[in-house]
């Protein structure tokens, strides 16, 4: 179907079965759907519009739900995209995606897709189904920079794009860089993941200074992965799989536990009060925790019932030895996060044998 396309709400609300949660159903379309990286925001701002990708049209393409009336307008019909490449701006005017070796700005009201920035013969992302092989991009906090990292030949660069000139600058290079992620409070500082045996460094752009968040403990084979900002404390909060949450300030390297459960993806609320995690080996459902109180207990809030593929989780650090392939569909896996307001949390399950987007109100009434 073409760009433009609408599709009436497919919107249905349920109770969860065990916790009594309050769940919207978004789409229902027996195809695979999916929201953006638990770490990148489904929504803009004045959540306006929710943001997805769905593959009902034969391929993935970006759709938005109009929260206004529920409506499902399809916003790209490509060949070519990088599904998890999808960044929506907070100003609720664009979205950022890479498409066909080229980065894209689609206007989301008049669907106008406008070539920002074209990669050559460099590749948005690495073989494979996790890190830096899904292309995730990042978009500073006010809508003015755009984070690419881009592989060239056998090392990673990552690109930044001025939004406001169309200056493009290589700002970094490294033998791996994927999921990078601006600071909240300051847009010099980038944080992404590097190899998976020494994966937490932030670059501050500023500084011309790259450095280390985190040395891995290589004794104990740590597990470290699913990092991102707290907002509000400059403060980089990251799984020790499988053991909980712990943060650092990337200024002291002070560093302190958060949770002490099986967080498997993290993150915070804007404000950074509060923060959501899906669950792994074995899945409990979606946990709400207090980041900030040193305890973390962890209080359910609802069972996606995800088959969240990936059978390496259940075992001890897989990589140690060097990179291994993985089967891990993304799109099995919840990737909680939360809306702009606060009020719900988004996810994705395939619990009906699509996977399917789905919100959980946080209040109880």
Not at 161 to 174: A, E, R
Not at 242 to 264: E, K, L, S, Y
Not at 344 to 362: F, N, P
Request: charged content about 20%; aromatic content about 10%.
């Amino acid at each position: 179907m073409p760009k433009g396309t609408v599709y009436p709400s497919e919107s249905s609300t349920f109770r969860d079965a065990q916790t009594g949660a309050r769940i919207r159903q978004v789409t229902h379309h027996p195809s695979i759907h999916h929201h953006p990286f638990f770490f990148v925001p489904a929504y803009d701002s004045g959540m306006n519009r929710l943001f997805f990708i769905s593959h009902r049209t034969g391929a993935p393409q970006v759709f938005a739900e109009e929260r206004a009336g529920g409506r499902l307008i399809q916003l790209t019909d490509r060949s070519d995209l990088d599904q998890w490449s999808l960044y929506p701006a907070r100003n609720r005017q664009f979205i950022l995606f890479t498409a066909g070796g080229a980065g894209w700005r689609l206007d989301v009201e008049t669907l106008q897709e406008t070539r920002i920035v074209d990669f050559g013969d460099d590749k948005t992302r690495e073989e494979g189904m996790v890190g830096a092989a899904m292309g995730t991009t990042a978009l500073s906090r006010d809508d003015r920079w755009w984070a690419v990292p881009v592989k060239t030949g056998d090392h990673f660069k990552l690109l930044l794009i001025d939004l406001q000139s169309g200056g493009t600058s290589v700002i970094l290079d490294g033998d791996k860089i994927g999921h990078p992620q601006f600071c909240p409070e300051d847009t010099n500082l980038i944080l992404y993941l590097a190899a998976m045996t020494d994966p937490l460094w932030v670059f501050d752009r500023d500084r011309h200074v790259n450095f280390r968040v985190y040395r891995r403990n290589v004794e104990k084979n740590e597990w470290i992965t699913h990092a991102s900002w707290i907002p509000g404390r400059r403060e980089v909060c990251f799984v020790g799989w499988p053991h909980g949450v712990r943060a650092i300030h990337v200024d002291t390297g002070a560093q302190r536990q958060v949770a002490r459960f099986n967080a498997w993806h993290a993150v915070c609320s804007p404000d950074g009060l509060r923060m959501v995690a899906d669950t792994n080996c074995p899945d409990i459902g979606l946990q709400l925790f207090d980041p900030l109180d040193g305890i973390g207990k962890p209080c359910r809030l609802c069972h996606p019932q995800a088959s969240q593929v990936g059978e390496h989780w259940k075992g001890p650090f897989p990589y140690g030895s060097g990179p291994v392939k993985v089967y891990a569909p993304q799109h099995t896996h919840p990737h909680p996060s939360f809306a702009p307001d606060g009020s719900r949390i988004v996810y994705t399950s395939d619990r009906t044998g699509h996977a399917q987007i789905y919100e959980c109100l946080l209040d109880r009434d």
